[in-house]
């Protein structure tokens, strides 16, 4: 059964960081490209980032571009996004996404930016 | 990008009616080499992730009740509930995944028990 576990999220002031991971089971982790949803309160679905199974290709919606850095480790079957300059709108759920084959979600886990 | 616009925003329907969704993307998701349209339709109930209902546009997830329909093609969609249950309150989603890894969601609906 394929598992996908993000944590990571927490109340963070205005132009603090934050690394949010997603642990996942159930797959050849390496194989798939994984992709960062988030969902702002009450609002729609905004994809954020992806990467390639490898890692070494790497995506980012333009208004993410330089604040935000998806990673992976294949050894840990985890994967990772940074985020930097934390801004109240980035306040959201965050959804880890497996975007190959049967598309998969985690539960979501939320960052709060508040001062 | 490719921009998907939802209607309307949202609906209340009678229990045992029909629910009728549009999505309308700003670029054709239909790809010509396997004739296939890049087109998905997602449901949210509050405090879950997204579930998959239809994928290539009429393609029902394995599990999924079939008074769930999509259809269309090229840039106009539609999701259509054909007999209104209760446990379908919720926010529906159409999504392209033509531009892999770049994916972008319509606004969402709204489909409320009248």
């Known amino acids: 059964e394929v598992q996908l576990l993000e944590s990571g999220g927490d109340l963070v002031q205005p132009g603090g960081s934050l690394r949010l991971s997603c642990a996942v089971s159930g797959f050849t982790f390496s194989n798939f490209g994984m992709s960062w949803v988030r969902q702002a309160p009450g609002k729609g679905l905004e994809w954020v980032s992806a990467i390639s199974g490898s890692g070494g290709s790497t995506y980012y919606a333009d208004s993410m571009k330089g604040r935000f850095t998806i990673s992976r480790d294949n050894s840990k079957n985890t994967l990772y996004l940074q985020i930097n300059s934390l801004r109240a709108e980035d306040t959201a759920v965050y959804y880890c996404v497996k975007i190959e084959g049967s598309w998969s979600w985690g539960q979501g886990t939320l960052v709060t930016v508040s001062s | 990008d490719i921009v998907l616009t939802q209607s309307p925003d949202s609906l209340a329907v009678s229990l045992g009616e029909r629910a009728t969704i549009n999505c309308k993307t700003s670029?054709?998701?239909?790809?010509?080499?396997?004739?296939?349209?890049?087109l998905a339709w997602y449901q949210q109930k509050p405090g879950q992730p997204p579930k998959l209902l239809i994928y290539w546009a009429s393609t029902r997830e394995s599990g999924v009740p079939d008074r769930f329909s999509g259809s269309g093609s090229g840039t106009e969609f539609t999701l259509t509930i054909s007999s209104l249950q209760a446990e379908d309150v919720a926010v529906y989603y159409c999504l392209q995944y033509q531009s892999t890894p770049r994916w972008t969601f319509g606004q969402g609906t709204k489909v409320e028990i009248k």
């Open positions: 670029q054709n998701v239909l790809y010509s080499s396997n004739n296939k349209n890049y």
